[in-house]
């Protein structure tokens, strides 16, 4: 399961390639104050696309990483779009990530890892209380998952909080680069089912 692939949605800094970087070869992007293991397979994505998602992004909770500032969470239910990209990447390497947004080393016992494969296309799943432990599904292209996570929270049962200037450079050239790569390949839009909750937690 580990080597399946999964499309990895990434809506806030990871939109920009040098900082999702760290995450798989290690390091600190400019203007943040931690340092990132890597993940267990460094290999860069095979492939990224541009995405338009049909939720709404919103900056909430204080941000070790970015000084403080509030964090960009996903909320699917909240009417957008959102300017995403999509990184085919393995499911462990998916994992990984999550692990290191919610400043873990990566492991293997990450459940994330199983349930991209095993939920349908709608659902969405809390592993954990964490600001980035709950899975959503959006879709799936050629058979492969559309994945992303955020919080278990929505928009509007949080107080909204200003990002640091350093992270919201990273949305801006993050967003540069889906224009980029938009420019070359038409964006994909996903479809905007209702996501339904599984199982509470694992």
């Not at 499309?7 to 939109?15: A, K, L």
Request: charged content about 15%; some cysteine.
């Amino acid at each position: 399961m580990s080597q399946a692939l999964v499309w990895y949605v990434s809506y806030g800094s990871n939109m920009f390639r040098d900082r999702l970087a760290c995450y798989l070869q290690g390091g600190r992007p400019p203007g943040a104050f931690v340092t990132y293991p890597g993940a267990r397979n460094p290999a860069f994505p095979a492939q990224e696309i541009a995405l338009e998602l049909p939720g709404s992004i919103y900056f909430a909770g204080r941000s070790k990483v970015w000084g403080g500032g509030g964090m960009a969470f996903y909320d699917h239910n909240v009417p957008g779009p959102t300017p995403a990209k999509a990184y085919l990447l393995t499911a462990a390497q998916f994992a990984d990530i999550a692990d290191q947004e919610m400043n873990r080393p990566p492991s293997a016992d990450n459940p994330l890892e199983r349930l991209a494969f095993d939920l349908p296309v709608g659902s969405s799943h809390s592993v954990g209380p964490g600001g980035y432990e709950t899975l959503l599904v959006l879709d799936r292209r050629d058979s492969i998952p559309v994945v992303t996570f955020t919080a278990p929270h929505g928009s509007d049962d949080v107080t909204h909080r200003t990002p640091n200037e350093s992270y919201l450079n990273m949305l801006r050239l993050g967003v540069e680069e889906i224009n980029a790569v938009a420019q070359s390949y038409t964006a994909t839009q996903i479809s905007a089912p209702t996501l339904q909750p599984a199982a509470a937690q694992v």
